[in-house]
């Protein structure tokens, strides 16, 4: 797709800037759709073609998509190594849907997938396929360690984010989804203090801020007047996503392994969203060395097609024959789509080159960082960041920091799309914007995104 929407410094004033007005589409899904509908209402776009890091709507407007499916298109939109492999498939006239029955697609895509697991958890691993979604791996990565180790509680973290179904939901740190609902159907999670750096839960930060977050959890598992029972697991994202992209620190995750290890207590790495080369590394968990028990994946997997499956430990795997199922688990189209795009990962090095083009983005936001001071926190790993949004003016925390400010960030969002950008938000109050790209995006890309969200920046400041 022939996009021309790149800004060279001297031309912002005479920028484009799209004005939305209700188009048929969208009306006509806002009469019909739920009222459960999220992302139109706040990128109300209906959307026509798409390629690589471009989308098209049906008014001819052309936008950078740095949401990409939530981190789903790590290729991009319609990368020709996707499109063949589907095609592929099609032409083959393989069976597309075979429950968990066997084919060569399928034996492909887990040679492929083990291929980019550490040694030590490649040589004892396996896999589950779940229904298409990653809260139903989650769902099974309770079911797993739950049977496995006879025990029912789970420990969670405030501000995770592991998916919308019942059991998944009550993982969530977030509490607006789970407000309306009373009580869950899940019983037994018990949630822990994140190593939220920026906003230290202990007001500490830093090193310090990591060693009593280390002693809670193990004086927790050790305690006989503790109040919580020993755990079957604790479940963590290596880097919170919808929790507003925050990275774990890396002593604190290699400090959680060892003292859950020590206990007999299943580790899960939710890699739903960081996996997959976003981080720059395979898997996010692998910046700290790690070997978890449990490796729920997701999202990228499936080469933009719904697929997600549980990776495990020997060790887990005593349950029965059927004790996780579901009709849509067979996916061989996602399969080989998975596959083309792992092996493309690995061949192009993309891991080095999300590491490289998050410095770059993450550079060109600590410039303007310099000129903006509600631009508070600037966090992430790869191609996965986000910009805190506080208020200057505001009153400090314990450490120092401005409050939230929340009603800057979708005012930034707003600006971003009337300039040909799409982002989405995401923290505490929704006071983050993320990015997301696809993992091929090009240096000069990453310039025009980081202009544009200058200029964006710049609009919203201006109008608060």
Same mark, same amino acid.
């Given at each position: 797709?022939?996009?021309?929407?790149?800004f060279?410094?001297?031309?912002?004033?005479?920028?484009?800037?799209?004005?939305?007005?209700?188009?048929?589409?969208?009306?006509?899904?806002s009469?019909?759709?739920?009222n459960?509908?999220?992302?139109?209402?706040?990128?109300?776009?209906?959307?026509?073609?798409?390629?690589?890091?471009y989308?098209?709507?049906?008014?001819?407007?052309?936008?950078?998509?740095?949401?990409?499916?939530?981190?789903?298109?790590?290729?991009?939109?319609?990368?020709?190594?996707?499109?063949?492999?589907?095609?592929?498939?099609?032409?083959?006239?393989?069976?597309?849907?075979?429950?968990?029955l066997?084919?060569?697609?399928?034996?492909?895509?887990?040679?492929?997938?083990?291929?980019?697991?550490?040694?030590?958890?490649?040589?004892e691993?396996?896999?589950?396929?779940?229904?298409?979604?990653?809260?139903?791996?989650v769902?099974?990565?309770?079911?797993?360690?739950?049977?496995?180790?006879g025990?029912?509680t789970?420990?969670?973290?405030?501000?995770?984010?592991?998916?919308?179904?019942?059991?998944?939901?009550?993982?969530?740190?977030?509490?607006?989804?789970?407000?309306?609902?009373?009580?869950?159907l899940?019983?037994?999670?018990?949630?822990?203090?994140f190593?939220y750096?920026?906003?230290?839960?202990?007001?500490?930060?830093?090193?310090?801020?990591?060693?009593?977050?280390?002693?809670?959890?193990?004086?927790?598992?050790?305690?006989?007047?503790?109040?919580?029972?020993l755990?079957?697991?604790?479940?963590?994202e290596?880097?919170?996503?919808?929790?507003?992209?925050?990275?774990?620190?890396?002593?604190?995750?290699?400090?959680?392994?060892?003292?859950?290890?020590?206990?007999?207590?299943?580790?899960?790495?939710?890699?739903i969203?960081?996996?997959?080369?976003?981080?720059g590394?395979?898997?996010?968990?692998?910046?700290?060395?790690?070997?978890?028990?449990?490796?729920?994946?997701?999202?990228?997997?499936?080469?933009? #097609? $719904?697929?997600? *499956?549980?990776?495990?430990? !020997?060790?887990l %795997?005593?349950? @029965?024959?059927? &004790?996780? /199922?579901?009709?849509?688990?067979?996916?061989?189209?996602?399969?080989?789509?998975g596959?083309?795009?792992?092996?493309?990962?690995?061949?192009?090095?993309?891991?080095?080159?999300?590491?490289?083009?998050?410095?770059?983005?993450?550079?060109?936001?600590?410039?303007?960082?310099?000129?903006?001071?509600?631009?508070?926190?600037?966090?992430?790993?790869?191609?996965?960041?986000g910009?805190?949004?506080?208020?200057?003016?505001?009153?400090?925390?314990?450490?120092?920091?401005?409050?939230?400010?929340?009603?800057?960030?979708?005012?930034?969002?707003?600006?971003?799309?009337?300039?040909?950008?799409?982002?989405?938000?995401?923290?505490?109050?929704?006071?983050?914007?993320?990015? #997301? $790209?696809?993992? *091929?995006?090009?240096?000069? !890309?990453?310039? %025009?995104?980081? @202009?544009?969200? &200058?200029? /964006?920046?710049?609009?919203?400041?201006?109008?608060?």
């Amino acid at each position: 797709m022939s996009v021309a929407i790149r800004f060279t410094e001297g031309q912002e004033a005479g920028e484009t800037l799209y004005a939305f007005d209700e188009s048929p589409l969208l009306a006509r899904q806002s009469r019909q759709e739920s009222n459960a509908r999220s992302y139109p209402r706040r990128i109300p776009l209906a959307l026509k073609r798409a390629k690589g890091l471009y989308v098209e709507d049906v008014e001819g407007r052309h936008f950078i998509d740095c949401l990409a499916g939530a981190g789903t298109l790590a290729l991009g939109h319609n990368h020709p190594v996707v499109i063949d492999a589907i095609r592929q498939v099609l032409a083959d006239e393989l069976p597309l849907h075979t429950l968990d029955l066997t084919t060569p697609v399928k034996d492909q895509f887990v040679q492929d997938l083990f291929s980019v697991l550490p040694t030590a958890l490649a040589s004892e691993a396996k896999i589950q396929f779940c229904g298409p979604t990653g809260t139903d791996a989650v769902e099974a990565a309770l079911k797993l360690v739950r049977t496995a180790t006879g025990r029912s509680t789970v420990l969670s973290f405030q501000g995770g984010y592991h998916g919308m179904s019942q059991g998944a939901l009550s993982l969530m740190g977030s509490l607006g989804p789970k407000k309306p609902l009373g009580a869950l159907l899940s019983s037994g999670v018990q949630f822990l203090p994140f190593p939220y750096d920026y906003r230290c839960p202990f007001g500490l930060g830093g090193a310090e801020g990591v060693k009593v977050n280390l002693h809670y959890l193990e004086n927790l598992l050790s305690d006989p007047e503790s109040g919580v029972q020993l755990p079957a697991a604790v479940i963590v994202e290596a880097v919170q996503g919808e929790g507003g992209m925050i990275p774990a620190d890396l002593d604190w995750l290699r400090g959680v392994r060892a003292i859950t290890e020590k206990a007999g207590v299943a580790l899960i790495i939710d890699e739903i969203q960081s996996g997959f080369a976003r981080t720059g590394k395979m898997f996010a968990f692998e910046h700290a060395g790690i070997i978890p028990d449990v490796v729920v994946m997701s999202k990228a997997i499936g080469g933009s #097609l $719904p697929l997600a *499956v549980v990776v495990y430990r !020997q060790w887990l %795997d005593t349950w @029965a024959p059927g &004790a996780h /199922a579901g009709t849509f688990r067979g996916n061989q189209m996602a399969m080989a789509a998975g596959s083309a795009v792992i092996r493309y990962l690995k061949e192009h090095d993309v891991c080095a080159h999300a590491a490289a083009m998050g410095e770059r983005l993450v550079a060109h936001l600590q410039t303007l960082q310099r000129e903006y001071p509600q631009l508070g926190d600037i966090r992430g790993r790869g191609l996965m960041i986000g910009v805190e949004l506080v208020d200057p003016n505001g009153t400090p925390d314990a450490q120092g920091h401005p409050p939230y400010l929340p009603q800057l960030a979708p005012m930034v969002q707003r600006e971003c799309l009337k300039r040909g950008l799409i982002l989405e938000l995401g923290g505490r109050h929704g006071s983050v914007v993320r990015f #997301l $790209p696809p993992l *091929v995006i090009s240096a000069e !890309q990453v310039d %025009d995104v980081a @202009a544009i969200f &200058a200029r /964006a920046v710049a609009a919203a400041v201006a109008a608060l």
